[in-house]
């Protein structure tokens, strides 16, 4: 079964912790995006890679770190720098060669407490 | 960089009735406009996109029109029934960009029954 998972799907943190999300997909695309989301706000880039041991900071990069030593991983930390961490996050893929649709997870609640 | 705006940001229909959204965006270098329909609680699932060499494209009940003129495009959703009842999202692709998508802020639609 092909796609993108996210884990865990709800995590709850205390105030000052790191936290570590995790994005997994099997469909063998290059690409990989991180994205935030809050209510009323849209969706906004976090960060971006295309190739492993590569990746761009999005719009919203501050306060976040990622790592790509995997093509199918691409896990996001959010860390204490991160002054609002409260959202919802999604993870996507695209395949590169010129294909431009992005491929949802089902996303990652994290509740800072 | 590019700039997407999304209208309205909330739109009820009776079931049946026609529901359209309209996004602008701002870059005359995009070239692929999509479509996400995302669900309470989960990812967006990309539902129509566009390419800026076509003007329509149709799918069942769905169809997106482009005006590369006016750097418009628009969803219309005919025969609407409750299970459309959701969150859309419009976004525009720079080509040059590395794949990245420039989301609008969404649209809650609600069909009523």
């Known amino acids: 079964d092909g796609g993108i998972t996210q884990s865990p799907k709800y995590l709850f943190r205390k105030e000052g912790q790191n936290v570590t999300l995790s994005c997994e997909q099997n469909l063998n695309h290059d690409a990989m995006y991180w994205y935030r989301q809050d209510p009323g706000q849209g969706l906004r880039l976090i960060y971006y890679s295309q190739i492993v041991n590569d990746f761009q900071k999005g719009d919203i990069a501050e306060g976040y770190s990622v790592s790509r030593e995997k093509k199918e991983s691409f896990p996001l930390t959010v860390t204490s720098a991160q002054k609002n961490p409260t959202a919802f996050y999604l993870c996507a893929s695209r395949e590169d060669r010129g294909r431009d649709t992005q491929y949802f997870g089902p996303g990652t609640r994290l509740t800072v407490l | ?113």
């Open chain 2, 1 to 113: 960089g590019e700039n997407v705006e999304q209208h309205p940001s909330t739109l009820s229909v009776q079931e049946g009735d026609s529901a359209v959204i309209k996004c602008t965006y701002s870059d005359s270098a995009s070239n692929y406009f999509p479509w996400y329909k995302q669900e309470l609680g989960k990812g967006p699932q990309l539902i129509i996109d566009i390419r800026s060499n076509v003007g329509e494209k149709k799918d069942q009940r769905i169809a997106v029109t482009l005006n590369k003129t006016a750097k418009h495009f628009s969803l219309h959703i005919t025969e609407t029934q409750p299970e459309d009842s959701a969150v859309y999202f419009c976004a525009a692709h720079r080509g040059s960009t590395l794949g990245r998508l420039y989301f609008g802020r969404g649209t809650q639609l609600t069909v009523w029954p």
